[in-house]
């Protein structure tokens, strides 16, 4: 088994969340606050893939661990 994390600043975790639920930042924090801690998860992790950036950067971080995990796909 493998473990693959996928990560992004706080900040930007709390903006989508709060678009996505409609939810109060204090709302979010809280459910962060109850999530495992991003560094230990990250230290648990086979890999892990930053978030941070737009969609195609996301979606080539995605396909260097895909392809690490089972070659490149034709």
Do not use: S
């Not at 924090?29 to 230990?40: G, L």
């Amino acid at each position: 088994d493998v473990n693959v994390l996928v990560v992004a600043p706080a900040a930007v975790r709390i903006a989508r969340v709060m678009a996505r639920d409609g939810l109060t930042p204090a709302e979010v924090e809280a459910r962060i606050a109850a999530q495992i801690d991003p560094q230990r998860a990250a230290a648990l992790a086979d890999f892990v893939i930053e978030n941070d950036a737009d969609i195609a950067t996301l979606e080539a971080r995605v396909r260097r661990v895909y392809d690490a995990l089972l070659g490149p796909a034709a």
